[in-house]
């Protein structure tokens, strides 16, 4: 899956050593939190688009609240995130697919 962040998937922090396996992939996270939020965060993209697969994802924001632009193929999903202090899902908006 293509990133727009070098450093954790989630937040871009270069600190941490946690690495975990997402679809297959190995990734880097700052802390365990974050890996939670993308393992949720992929999860629930995919059952709002129904992809099997997301080639790309974009992450913005902050911890705040979190853009996110997903693509597959020439498809391409966006919507909103925000997380729990333990990395749960806890709103998410899924708007504009084309
Ligand atoms: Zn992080």
Redesign the pocket.
């Known amino acids: 899956m293509k990133r727009n962040y070098t450093?954790?998937?989630?937040?871009?922090?270069t600190w941490?050593d946690v690495w975990e396996e997402v679809d297959g992939e190995r990734m880097f996270?700052?802390?365990a939190?974050?890996a939670v939020?993308f393992r949720r965060l992929v999860g629930r993209i995919r059952e709002a688009t129904g992809w099997p697969l997301i080639e790309a994802l974009e992450i913005g924001g902050d911890r705040r609240g979190r853009s996110w632009e997903a693509r597959t193929g020439s498809a391409t999903a966006r919507g909103r995130v925000s997380f729990t202090a333990e990395g749960e899902i806890l709103r998410f908006e899924a708007s504009g697919q084309t």
């Open positions: 450093g954790c998937a989630i937040c871009d922090s941490g996270f700052c802390c939190t974050c939020q």
